[in-house]
């Protein structure tokens, strides 16, 4: 008789086998929640194109974090929208900007979160740039060196406010090198580096510059940001990110990159971040929105599958929702 002797559907019978021999299990320590903290809004204002994420005052920050902390997520990322923007980036490295004072707020809350700040320029420029810009509009080109003098100013006053972590993500070439050189030499040692090393030029961050009043003015990051057919470069970003000091290395997007993040898993020992991002996160609200997918099951589905790539840490604006699901399976 042809029969099979190997039967894999045995061991998919029950629910009880299935989840004994589930290879991936999400848990709410996996994940890090992004938060949008603006000088411009007195009071939460919803972002238009991701539903259910907010633009939040400086005062509500606390409350939002203890929300974030109680549903057991770990850590908080801040990103800022300041009230000022210039050609130097001036409020990305004021003591008293936007970012600065929400990290006070959440330390002096005696909330016990891992505190995340973006470190980028972006937001705080006139023109929208991650750098300096060097020569006239259409010619002009950002200029890697000068803008590393910023970044780790940047860095060095987030640590100042109380950062746990500092997460460089402007593409510029030794961020890394120089963030942790100014961090050591005003005695942040303790403070730790996550470098967004494979950050790709992507469509999939479109929603986010609504959220953090972001967009280029004019032209495009591809000139920094990764090109997103590459992946041995992404091997290269990463390296060089691991030599330079980076405690954490991220891949960003995450969902049109797992090979990236599971090619880089393989490679390195280093603790992996993967950002599921503003893209991701609108596409899956809109096809719920419109009843073509279950977005709990979705949802569950893309982690899922970042972390069976290899992701240690997910970046989600899911974060605080799934790990109350996780909370009461
Ligand atoms: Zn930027």
Same mark, same amino acid.
């Given at each position: ?8 559907? &045995?061991?998919?019978? #029950? ?10 299990r999400?848990?709410?320590?996996? !994940?890090?929640?992004?938060? !949008? *903290? ?5 009071? &939460? ?8 994420? !907010? ?8 409350e ?11 850590? *908080? ?12 980036? #001036?409020?990305a ?14 330390k002096? @809350?005696g =909330? ?5 700040? +973006?470190?980028?320029?972006?937001e /705080?420029? @006139? ?26 100013r ?18 510029? +070439? %030794? ?5 942790? &050189? ?6 942040? *040692? ?15 961050? %479109? ?11 004019? $032209?495009?990051?591809? @000139? ?16 060089l990110?691991?030599?330079? %000091? ?8 995450? =969902?049109? /990159?797992? +090979?990236?993040?599971? &090619?880089?898993?393989?490679?390195? +020992? ?6 599921? *991002? ?24 893309? =982690? ?5 790539? $290899? ?15 996780? %909370?009461?399976?």
């Amino acid at each position: 008789m042809g029969y099979p002797t190997v039967r894999m559907r &045995r061991m998919r019978v #029950s629910e009880k086998l299935r989840l004994m021999l589930r290879e991936t299990r999400l848990s709410a320590s996996d !994940f890090v929640m992004p938060l !949008f *903290v603006s000088e411009k809004v007195s009071e &939460r204002r919803p972002i238009g194109s991701m539903p259910g994420c !907010f633009q939040i005052p400086v005062s509500a920050v606390a409350e939002d974090a203890k929300k974030v902390a109680q549903a057991g997520v770990p850590a *908080v990322l801040f990103f800022g929208i300041p009230e000022r923007k210039d050609e130097k980036g #001036s409020e990305a490295y004021n003591r008293d900007g936007v970012v600065q004072r929400a990290v006070r707020e959440v330390k002096e @809350s005696g =909330l016990e979160l891992v505190v995340i700040t +973006d470190v980028c320029l972006c937001e /705080y420029m @006139s023109h929208g740039h991650c750098g300096v810009l060097r020569g006239e509009r259409k010619a002009a080109t950002v200029d890697n060196d000068a803008s590393l003098e910023l970044l780790a100013r940047t860095a060095v006053s987030h640590a100042a406010a109380g950062a746990d972590i500092v997460a460089p993500s402007a593409m510029m +070439d %030794g961020a890394v090198a120089a963030i942790r &050189r100014a961090l050591d030499g005003e005695d942040f *040692v303790m403070t730790a580096i996550m470098s967004y090393s494979a950050k790709y030029a992507s469509c999939f961050y %479109g929603p986010f510059r609504e959220a953090a009043e972001s967009p280029p003015a004019f $032209g495009d990051r591809r @000139s920094y940001q990764m090109d997103t057919p590459n992946w041995r470069e992404a091997m290269r970003e990463i390296e060089l990110d691991i030599d330079e %000091g980076a405690d954490i290395v991220m891949v960003k997007p995450a =969902l049109a /990159y797992l +090979d990236v993040i599971c &090619r880089a898993k393989a490679k390195f +020992d280093s603790p992996m971040a993967a950002y599921n *991002v503003s893209g991701e996160y609108g596409m899956v609200k809109a096809a719920a929105q419109r009843g073509w997918l279950d977005e709990k099951l979705a949802v569950l589905e893309i =982690l899922t599958s970042i972390k069976r790539a $290899g992701a240690d840490l997910i970046i989600s604006y899911w974060a605080a929702e799934v790990a109350s699901y996780l %909370g009461e399976a």
